[in-house]
């Protein structure tokens, strides 16, 4: 029983043992007992034969053959190349960057070096126009006409507005999406002139002179001249002379003017000052038991009439009960050549003892003109804005601007019907081409980024439809906002329709300039 296993093990030694045919004599084998130093479990043939494999092939290795040259660069330089590679190279654009072809790179180096040139020689261009400009300096000596002077200038700015339009579309494809423009300097003020300028509104810096008048003593305001607009102007300087001759101001009555006690917050006037300097007409017919009697008519101008009032005029005063002796000139005035006048002046000729006095008309009165037409005016006040609108003008303006402006907005008074002959009577003349009107309006948008323009205008549709083409910022129109035509789906307004004031051309009027107000 013992004989057939002790054979069978004899054979897996011997099986164990044996050489392949195919292997090379040169490989030193060990002896079969020297080899046998693992001792193998009986198993799977293939499993011993897999095993005997694998010492063969390490044991046929030599030391030396570990250290040779391709060994070497394998182990030592590629793993160094792969560290270099790792910190010197970003991975990621490895897998993501796009794919292109030689020939295009090329290509593409090329167009951008010639962008960053011709930006080179836009910006030096730039300057040279800002040199230019320089130049023209209102100080400066020259032979020229103001006329030539200002359309230089006007020129100069459309080179530089040129100029910049040019840099931006060259560096669009560079921008990251936030760079703003690098020629910050073309939004300087002082580069738009007087004609597009900005009122610097420094209120403490103000010239301004106490409003304390004696209760019992009245100015009864006459205005006479122009619109809406001229007579507010007449009344703010009448306001100016009130407080120069220390007496409280008279509105006029709406049967010989504007109802301004529709259009106008008369109490924020008083409030304002901190003291009643301002009453209605009714206010002081009721305090003199309706016997108003002017005791002093005086003219600021004389020519072409006394006062600048005509005769229908004096017969709608004389309607009210008003009774008054003759007018009386303070001096040789001309409405068309008024001259320079001052506080002393105004004060020697109109001050008076009498109760209530009247001045005619003083739109085109030359008195202290820096000190009047100073952001917010020549009296001493605690507000904002002296004279505004009533407060149902307020509020519509204000809904209408958060309906149809938002936030920040422009607001233009483009006055045209009746200026063409005006403005040409002076020099320069005021009267401007709509191609220049929208240059300057161009300018202020792009400087104020403003999306939008409210514009107040009674100008013809052919006037304001080439004003609305040629208003672009960026290559994109400014939009030229009017106010639209009655819709009872928009809330704006239900205001002055419920209290039935709509159509009133006094209040259409005086909300326009409400707008202009909220712009300041």
Same mark, same amino acid.
């Given at each position: 029983?013992?004989?057939?296993?002790?054979?069978?093990?004899?054979?897996?030694?011997?099986?164990?043992?044996?050489?392949?045919?195919?292997?090379?004599?040169?490989?030193?084998?060990?002896?079969?007992?020297?080899?046998?130093?693992?001792?193998?479990?009986?198993?799977?043939?293939?499993?011993?034969?897999?095993?005997?494999?694998?010492?063969?092939?390490?044991?046929?290795?030599?030391?030396?053959?570990?250290?040779?040259?391709?060994?070497?660069?394998?182990?030592?330089?590629?793993?160094?190349?792969?560290?270099?590679?790792?910190?010197?190279?970003?991975?990621?654009?490895?897998?993501?960057?796009?794919?292109?072809?030689?020939?295009?790179?090329?290509?593409?180096?090329?167009?951008?070096?010639?962008?960053?040139?011709?930006?080179?020689?836009?910006?030096?261009?730039?300057?040279?126009?800002?040199?230019?400009?320089?130049?023209?300096?209102?100080?400066?000596?020259?032979?020229?006409?103001?006329?030539?002077?200002?359309?230089?200038?006007? %020129?100069?700015? &459309?080179? +530089?507005?040129?100029?910049?339009?040019?840099?931006?579309? @060259? #560096? !669009?494809?560079?921008? /990251? *999406?936030?760079?703003?423009?690098?020629?910050?300097?073309?939004?300087?003020?002082?580069?738009?002139?007087?004609?597009?300028?900005?009122?610097?509104?420094?209120? %403490?810096?103000? &010239?301004? +002179?106490?409003?304390?008048?004696?209760?019992?003593?009245? @100015? #009864? !305001?006459?205005?006479? /001249? *122009?619109?809406?607009?001229?007579?507010?102007?007449?009344?703010?300087?009448?306001?100016?002379?009130?407080?120069?001759?220390?007496?409280?101001?008279?509105?006029? %009555?709406?049967?010989?003017?504007?109802?301004?006690?529709?259009?106008?917050?008369?109490?924020?006037?008083?409030?304002?000052?901190?003291?009643?300097?301002?009453?209605?007409?009714?206010?002081?017919?009721?305090?003199?038991?309706?016997?108003?009697?002017?005791?002093?008519?005086?003219?600021?101008? %004389?020519?072409?009439?006394?006062?600048?009032?005509?005769?229908?005029?004096?017969?709608?005063?004389?309607?009210?009960?008003?009774?008054?002796?003759?007018?009386?000139?303070?001096?040789?005035?001309?409405?068309?050549?008024?001259?320079?006048?001052?506080?002393?002046?105004?004060?020697?000729?109109?001050?008076?003892?009498?109760?209530?006095?009247?001045?005619?008309?003083?739109?085109?009165?030359?008195?202290?003109?820096?000190?009047?037409?100073?952001?917010?005016?020549?009296?001493?006040?605690?507000?904002?804005?002296?004279?505004?609108?009533?407060?149902?003008?307020?509020?519509?303006?204000?809904?209408?601007?958060?309906?149809?402006?938002?936030?920040?907005?422009?607001?233009?008074?483009?006055?045209?019907?009746?200026?063409?002959?005006?403005?040409?009577?002076?020099?320069?003349?005021?009267?401007?081409?709509?191609?220049?009107?929208?240059?300057?309006?161009?300018?202020?948008?792009?400087?104020?980024?403003?999306?939008?323009?409210?514009?107040?205008?009674?100008?013809?549709?052919?006037?304001?439809?080439?004003?609305?083409?040629?208003?672009?910022?960026?290559?994109?129109?400014?939009?030229?906002?009017?106010?639209?035509?009655?819709?009872?789906?928009?809330?704006?307004?239900?205001?002055?329709?419920?209290?039935?004031?709509?159509?009133?051309?006094?209040?259409?009027?005086?909300?326009?300039?409400?707008?202009?107000?909220?712009?300041?």
């Amino acid at each position: 029983m013992d004989r057939p296993d002790s054979s069978s093990s004899d054979d897996d030694d011997d099986r164990q043992n044996l050489i392949e045919q195919n292997e090379r004599k040169r490989h030193h084998l060990p002896s079969p007992r020297s080899a046998t130093t693992f001792q193998i479990d009986d198993g799977d043939v293939d499993h011993h034969r897999h095993h005997r494999e694998i010492r063969r092939i390490f044991a046929s290795l030599k030391l030396g053959d570990l250290f040779n040259k391709r060994f070497l660069i394998f182990f030592i330089f590629i793993p160094l190349f792969v560290l270099i590679l790792f910190f010197t190279t970003d991975i990621k654009s490895l897998f993501f960057s796009h794919l292109s072809v030689p020939l295009s790179d090329s290509l593409s180096d090329k167009l951008r070096e010639s962008e960053l040139r011709a930006l080179f020689l836009l910006r030096q261009q730039q300057l040279g126009l800002f040199g230019l400009w320089n130049q023209t300096h209102p100080n400066s000596t020259s032979n020229h006409s103001n006329s030539e002077l200002q359309d230089f200038k006007s %020129s100069i700015l &459309r080179q +530089i507005s040129l100029n910049k339009e040019i840099q931006q579309v @060259l #560096l !669009a494809p560079h921008s /990251s *999406g936030n760079s703003s423009s690098e020629s910050g300097d073309f939004r300087d003020p002082s580069l738009l002139g007087d004609r597009c300028g900005v009122v610097d509104q420094r209120f %403490s810096e103000r &010239r301004t +002179i106490e409003w304390k008048p004696n209760s019992d003593k009245y @100015l #009864l !305001a006459i205005c006479v /001249s *122009g619109q809406m607009s001229n007579h507010l102007i007449c009344l703010e300087k009448h306001m100016f002379f009130a407080a120069l001759l220390n007496r409280v101001l008279v509105i006029p %009555s709406p049967k010989v003017d504007y109802q301004y006690s529709t259009v106008l917050d008369i109490e924020h006037i008083n409030k304002c000052i901190g003291r009643k300097v301002v009453v209605t007409f009714e206010e002081l017919a009721e305090e003199k038991k309706n016997h108003i009697h002017i005791d002093r008519f005086i003219c600021y101008f %004389s020519k072409p009439t006394l006062c600048y009032v005509d005769d229908e005029h004096l017969k709608k005063l004389k309607a009210l009960g008003i009774s008054f002796k003759s007018r009386e000139p303070a001096w040789g005035e001309d409405v068309k050549k008024p001259s320079k006048k001052t506080v002393q002046d105004v004060q020697a000729k109109f001050s008076s003892g009498d109760d209530v006095i009247a001045i005619g008309d003083v739109f085109f009165a030359d008195l202290e003109k820096d000190w009047v037409m100073q952001p917010g005016g020549p009296l001493a006040h605690k507000c904002k804005t002296l004279v505004e609108p009533s407060r149902l003008i307020m509020l519509t303006a204000q809904r209408f601007i958060q309906t149809f402006l938002g936030k920040n907005f422009i607001a233009l008074h483009f006055r045209r019907h009746g200026f063409l002959k005006f403005c040409n009577n002076k020099q320069p003349s005021c009267f401007y081409p709509i191609p220049q009107a929208a240059d300057c309006i161009t300018r202020v948008a792009e400087r104020a980024n403003a999306p939008v323009v409210y514009l107040s205008t009674d100008a013809a549709e052919s006037e304001t439809g080439l004003l609305q083409s040629l208003v672009v910022v960026n290559g994109k129109a400014v939009p030229l906002v009017t106010r639209p035509a009655r819709n009872s789906a928009e809330k704006w307004d239900a205001l002055l329709y419920r209290h039935g004031i709509e159509g009133d051309s006094q209040v259409l009027h005086q909300g326009r300039i409400s707008l202009l107000l909220n712009t300041m």
